[in-house]
C-alpha cells in the first residue's frame, strides 16, 4: 500500500480539505439527540434553528465511504484518497480492528480481575485510529491522549506497554523517538501544546514544506469531544493557526466527556470550531476506516507541504464506559448504545469484505484466531512483569535535587520500613520496603 501525498492547494480543487471546508453550511435541524441533550433547559437561544444541528448522526458534511451496511459509496472527492488499497489492504484493516477490539477486551479483563488500575475502552473507536494511524508516514509525529492504545499498536508500539502504564509498573511506558508516537496524556488537552510546539520547531527547522512529502514531518494530535471545551486546547489552535505549524487536530467526537455530552462541550458540530481560529474542519465517519483514513491522508498532505494547521472530527461513539471507574448506565440510554452498534466499525468492514467475495469464513476464523492469541500473549508477558521497587517513583521526576521530593522521599523509606519491622506487610510491599530498606542503608 503506497502512502499518497498528493498536495492540494487552498481552495484549489473540490476535494481539498480547504476548499471542502469552507463549502460547509450551518443550516439544519435538530431532529433527535443524544438521550440527555434535552437537560438543556429551553432558551430563546437554544431554539434558534440556526444554531441547531443534529449532533447524533453526522449530518450531510460527514465524508462516508462505507456505508453501515458495508456498502461501498463512490466519492470522487475521496476516492483518490484511497485508489491504490487492494483487497489484501482491505483484510489488513479487518485484521488490525479486530485485534485492536479483542487487545482492548484483554485491557477491561485484566482491570476486572485486579491485575491493572484502570483500563479506557476504544470500543467502537477501533477504525478511528486504524484509520488514522494507517495515514501516517514514519517520519510524522504522532501525541496521543490515554485512549489511544490502537493507535500505540499499530504504531509499532509493543502493546504490552500500555498495559503496563495501566498497572503502574512503570511510569512512561516507552520511548517517544521509537516509533514517534509519545507518551500518554491524561490532562485533557495538554498535548495539543506539545504537538503544536513539536510542529512549530518543524517549521523552523524547516522540516515540512520542502516539497519532499517522503521526509517532510506533519504532527498529529489527538483530542476528544470534551477536550475541545479546554483552554489548552483553543490555545493551541490559535498558536497552530498563527504559526502555521504542520499539525492535525484529530478529534475522536465520542459523543461523551465522561458523563458530560457533547451537546454540553459545543453549540456547533466540533469541526466547524477550526474556521474560527482560521483553519480548515472536516468531519468524517469515524466508524468507516477507509473514510477516515482518505480524510487524514489529505490532512496530513497539506500539513506536510505547509500549509497549517486542520481540524479532522471522526464522528463515532465510545461503546463502553469511560473508563473502568465509571457507569455509564446513570447518565445515557440503552437505546442509544443500541442505535450506535447498529454503526459499529468491524461489522461493516467485515459486511464489504464479504458483498466482494474478498474473505471468507476462513479467513474471519484465523483472524478470531491471531486475536486471541494475541491477547494471551500480552496477558502472560503483563503477568511476569516484576514490581517495581517502589522507590524507584521518584526517579527522574527532577533533573536535579529538590529538597520537597527529598523529605517525601525519606518518609516514604521511613513509612515502608515500618512495616517490615512489625511484621504485618503483604508479600509485594514487603520485598520493595526491605529492598528500599536495604537501599537506604548502603
Ligand atoms: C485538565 C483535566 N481536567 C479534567 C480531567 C478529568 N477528565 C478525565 S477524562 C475527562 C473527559 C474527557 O473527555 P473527552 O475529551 O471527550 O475524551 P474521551 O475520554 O471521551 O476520550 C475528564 C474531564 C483531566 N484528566 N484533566
Ligand atoms: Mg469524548
Not at 438543556?40 to 448522526?57: F, G, I, K, M, V
Request: hydrophobic letters at 40%.
Amino acid at each position: 500500500m503506497s502512502d499518497h501525498t498528493v498536495v492540494t492547494t487552498p481552495g484549489s480543487t473540490p476535494e481539498s480539505p480547504r476548499s471542502s471546508a469552507s463549502g460547509s453550511t450551518t443550516s439544519g435541524s435538530r431532529t433527535s439527540g443524544p438521550a440527555s441533550a434535552s437537560a438543556h433547559p429551553p432558551t430563546a437561544r437554544s431554539t434558534d434553528p440556526r444554531l441547531h444541528r443534529d449532533l447524533s448522526r453526522g449530518g450531510p458534511e460527514m465524508v462516508q465511504l462505507l456505508t453501515p451496511a458495508g456498502q461501498r459509496v463512490p466519492d470522487p472527492a475521496w476516492d483518490r484518497w484511497i485508489d491504490d488499497l487492494t483487497p489484501d489492504d482491505l483484510r489488513g484493516f479487518y485484521r488490525d480492528l479486530v485485534i485492536v477490539r479483542r487487545y482492548d477486551s484483554e485491557g477491561h479483563a485484566l482491570q476486572r480481575q485486579g491485575e491493572l488500575g484502570l483500563w479506557p475502552s476504544l470500543k467502537g473507536q477501533e477504525a478511528a485510529q486504524i484509520g488514522a494511524a494507517a495515514a501516517l508516514r514514519d517520519q510524522d509525529h504522532v501525541f496521543p491522549t490515554y485512549r489511544e492504545h490502537g493507535v500505540a499498536y499499530a504504531r509499532g508500539v509493543d502493546p504490552l506497554s500500555p498495559l503496563a502504564v495501566w498497572r503502574g509498573t512503570t511510569t512512561g511506558g516507552w520511548d517517544p523517538d521509537e516509533h514517534n508516537f509519545h507518551l500518554f496524556t491524561v490532562v485533557i488537552g495538554a498535548q495539543t501544546l506539545h504537538a503544536t510546539g513539536y510542529a512549530m520547531g518543524v517549521r523552523l527547522d524547516g522540516a515540512c514544506a520542502t516539497g519532499h512529502p517522503e521526509t517532510d514531518v506533519a504532527t498529529l494530535a489527538f483530542l476528544g469531544d470534551g477536550a475541545t471545551a479546554q483552554g489548552d486546547v483553543n490555545e493551541a489552535f490559535v498558536y497552530a493557526a498563527a504559526f502555521d505549524a504542520p499539525v492535525v487536530f484529530f478529534v475522536q467526537n465520542n459523543q461523551w466527556a465522561i458523563s458530560a455530552p457533547v451537546t454540553k462541550q459545543t453549540r456547533v458540530p466540533l469541526y466547524q470550531r477550526a474556521a474560527g481560529f482560521g483553519f480548515p474542519g472536516l468531519r468524517v465517519d469515524g466508524n468507516d476506516v477507509l473514510a477516515v483514513l482518505a480524510v487524514t491522508r489529505a490532512a496530513l498532505a497539506e500539513a506536510r507541504s505547509g500549509q497549517g494547521p486542520l481540524l479532522v472530527e471522526a464522528f463515532t461513539y465510545r461503546m463502553g464506559a469511560h473508563t473502568t471507574a465509571d457507569d455509564p448506565t446513570r447518565y445515557r440510554s440503552a437505546e442509544e448504545v443500541e442505535a450506535w452498534a447498529d454503526r459499529d466499525p468491524i461489522a461493516r468492514l467485515r459486511a464489504h469484505l464479504v458483498a466482494q467475495g474478498w474473505a471468507d469464513g476462513a479467513f474471519f476464523a484465523e483472524v478470531d484466531a491471531a486475536a486471541d492469541a494475541f491477547a494471551a500473549d500480552v496477558r502472560a508477558r503483563l503477568l511476569a512483569l516484576p514490581d517495581p521497587d517502589p522507590s524507584t517513583m521518584w526517579d527522574h521526576v527532577y533533573a536535579e535535587d529538590h529538597p520537597v521530593m527529598a523529605a517525601e522521599q525519606a518518609a516514604q523509606a521511613e513509612y515502608l520500613a515500618s512495616f517490615v519491622e512489625d511484621g504485618t506487610v503483604e508479600d509485594g510491599v514487603e520485598d520493595g520496603a526491605v529492598g528500599h530498606a536495604e537501599g537506604q542503608e548502603a
